[in-house]
């Protein structure tokens, strides 16, 4: 038999084993690989008392109430190069008779300005709490100044402000990151 | 090298253990069936294999995607296949890769007729499972997925690197039976593993309630690796320190552990054999070089919450960014732990039935290979089942198998393979002896081996042996 069927088989068994390849693919695609999750985070919250705009020891107003918190995040290097859109989202419930300006203030670690945007607040009542909402989109030549920020500035300006004043300035906020690596 | 490493990646995805050898198993003319079951059959007098050349066995697989599923030719978009594959995969699908080389192999019959055989191979195993959630949340984010509990338990993954020291006998203690069992000792050069996790993360929108618009929860996480091997790695300088700082601890360098193999192998009758082997049964006990990491706890993330505190000008506020930070970490502390653990080796188990027939008789003059009353067949068919036992459950396969002897130095074996991979795995071995040097060469997935794109796994095994045979 035997020898030449085993010649052939051998041969056939070579051949299948060299000939293994791999076809009809493209790995160059996997440079358009492209991770793109959309992630949603809650930012800042607060809630400033009507109080907080009356300074009752020397009984002057407070027009301006600010704090500042630092969001180190935003500057991380790896966001910087990924993050190519973000829409923040504001919502303020407001019970005190007063319209509100409020102002972020996007800075960097050295604090120079990188960004900054601004809301006004419609005034509310204690019975029936007024909702403003805002929504900030940022992209292109904006994301590039945002994501130069490390801290962010929050101010409200009050028109006016006497003792007595009541209700709460409340703020729930959140981000949407659209990120492509 | 760049197309190679993209094949690693998305055909394996890393290395495992995917070490099904269904067509070495059984397969009697080769001197590495003894290595799947120690009470197999022995037909040689002697082997010696030729060092570093004897067994060499490289296995990938990928139970739920091939490299062709991602990156085909066609007008359709890469990315949108890596999100069909995602939702399409489960998360009791895995990566493995598996590779062995022997560095000695030796074996021979004492004159109380046990066959002894030994050697040292070196072998690295790697096994992981889909993190189906995770990789949801990584690749569309949690927009989509406001109460969708992502799953930190899908998180499952091994990876050994070891050299194994083995020693074994072989004895048919009667016509019909032959029992084996073999010896080993595991040196690990450098192992992790993270098993048995928990916990869950979840989006949760929340209520007027609420402090801010969303609820970021990390509930009952508990998330572990294991490493051993690794710490005094983390100071080293470049691939080329690592790896020699690795093989360093090749020869008694590492952690140790111990294990058996057993079989045997009975004949049922004229034509019906039986055999079973179970390997590996043993474990490393890891207590040089550990450093193990365990992040545990709950916590509820709301954003930032400012005060608005009265200051004077130049004061300054809450370091709100850092109590944040510190919050998460007494909440979920990450721990660097130094104790020692043990780890069991993945345990496998073969079982063979084969029907024999057409007696074997090399030269037509004499039973040449038969001299021991060992009853072989010229052609046997069989089935072949095979379960190894992986972290979240055992994984099992089952083969038909035909083998046949063409002459006495030509024989090979053919399987057709049900696994967790493919429901159409072929394989193929050939044992050739040109004179007292044995080749043999063994492949599977022999359907997709034109195009190895579109395979789920690929194993390769061969070797060279010196062979005495019985006079």
Redesign the interface.
């Known amino acids: ?2 020898s030449n ?2 010649a052939v ?2 041969m056939l ?1 070579a051949c ?2 060299f ?9 160059d ?2 440079e ?15 809630n ?1 008392e009507a109080s ?1 705009f009356f300074d009752t020891i020397n009984a002057v107003p407070i027009l301006t ?8 995040f935003l500057d991380d290097g790896t966001l910087q190069e990924s993050l190519k859109r973000a829409e923040f ?1 504001f ?1 303020f419930t407001n019970t005190i008779p007063r319209e509100f300006q409020i102002d972020f203030q996007f800075l960097s670690e050295v604090n120079d300005t990188t960004y900054t945007t601004v809301t006004s607040v419609a005034e509310g009542t204690l019975t029936a709490p007024v909702i403003t909402e805002f929504i900030e989109n940022v992209e292109g030549e904006g994301i590039l100044q945002l994501t130069q920020a490390d801290k962010v500035v ?1 101010s ?1 300006t009050i028109p006016s402000a006497e003792e007595g004043l009541k209700g709460t300035l409340n703020l ?3 981000t ?2 659209f ?1 492509e690596h | 090298m760049r197309n190679f490493l993209i094949i690693i990646i998305a055909l394996q995805g890393s290395f495992v253990m995917a070490q099904n050898k269904q067509v070495l198993y059984g397969f009697d003319d080769v001197p590495q069936s003894l290595m799947l079951n120690p009470g197999g059959k022995v037909l040689q007098k002697k082997h010696y294999g030729i060092p570093f050349l004897s067994h060499i066995h490289v296995n990938g697989g990928s139970s739920g995607v091939s490299a062709y599923d991602i990156f085909k030719e066609g007008n359709d978009n890469i990315n949108d296949r890596i999100t069909q594959k995602i939702f399409e995969m489960r998360n009791t699908d895995f990566f493995t890769a598996t590779q062995q080389l022997e560095i000695i192999n030796f074996g021979w019959r004492a004159k109380n007729e046990i066959y002894f055989s030994g050697g040292i191979y070196q072998e690295f195993d790697f096994i992981a499972y889909f993190p189906k959630d995770l990789a949801i949340l990584a690749w569309e984010g949690n927009r989509d997925y406001l109460n969708y509990e992502f799953d930190f338990s899908e998180i499952s993954t091994t990876g050994d690197f070891m050299t194994v020291y083995h020693f074994g006998i072989n004895k048919r203690i009667s016509k019909k039976l032959t029992v084996g069992a073999r010896l080993k000792l595991y040196s690990s050069m450098f192992s992790y593993r993270s098993v048995n996790n928990s916990g869950l993360f979840v989006t949760r929108l929340g209520d007027e309630n609420s402090e801010n618009i969303y609820e970021h929860t990390v509930q009952n996480a508990d998330v572990s690796v294991q490493t051993s091997g690794y710490a005094s790695l983390r100071e080293l300088d470049g691939a080329g320190q690592v790896t020699s700082k690795i093989l360093g601890r090749a020869f008694f360098g590492g952690n140790f552990g111990v294990g058996v193999d057993l079989g045997f192998n009975y004949d049922l009758n004229e034509a019906w054999n039986l055999s079973a082997s179970a390997l590996d049964v043993g474990a490393i006990f890891h207590s040089k070089d550990v450093e193990n990491y365990r992040a545990s706890g709950n916590y509820t993330l709301d954003g930032i919450n400012l005060i608005f505190p009265p200051l004077a000008d130049g004061d300054p506020t809450f370091p709100y960014y850092d109590n944040l930070e510190d919050e998460i970490k007494a909440e979920i502390p990450v721990d660097t732990l130094y104790n020692n653990y043990t780890q069991f080796r993945p345990a496998k188990i073969n079982l063979g039935l084969s029907y024999g027939f057409g007696r074997f008789n090399a030269s037509g003059a004499c039973d040449c290979l038969n001299m021991d009353q060992n009853n072989l067949h010229k052609q046997n068919i069989g089935l072949q089942l095979y379960t190894i036992f992986r972290p979240k459950r055992p994984q099992m396969a089952a083969s038909l198998f035909y083998q046949r002897r063409f002459a006495s130095y030509l024989s090979a074996k053919a399987t057709y393979t049900v696994d967790s991979y493919s429901f159409s795995n072929f394989g193929i071995g050939l044992s050739a002896d040109i004179g007292k040097l044995n080749f043999y060469l063994i492949t599977d997935n022999l359907i997709n081996y034109t195009n190895l794109a579109k395979a789920k796994s690929v194993s390769l095994q061969l070797g060279f042996n010196y062979i005495i045979d019985e006079e």
Request: glycine content about 0%; proline content about 2%; charged content about 25%.
């Open positions: 038999m035997n069927f085993t088989f051998c068994f299948l084993f000939s293994s390849c791999i076809r009809d693919t493209d790995f695609q996997a358009n690989i492209t991770l793109a999750p959309i992630v949603e985070l809650d930012l800042i919250y607060f400033i907080r109430v600010r704090d500042t918190t630092e969001i180190r989202y919502k929050v409200a729930k906020s959140k949407t990151y990120l």
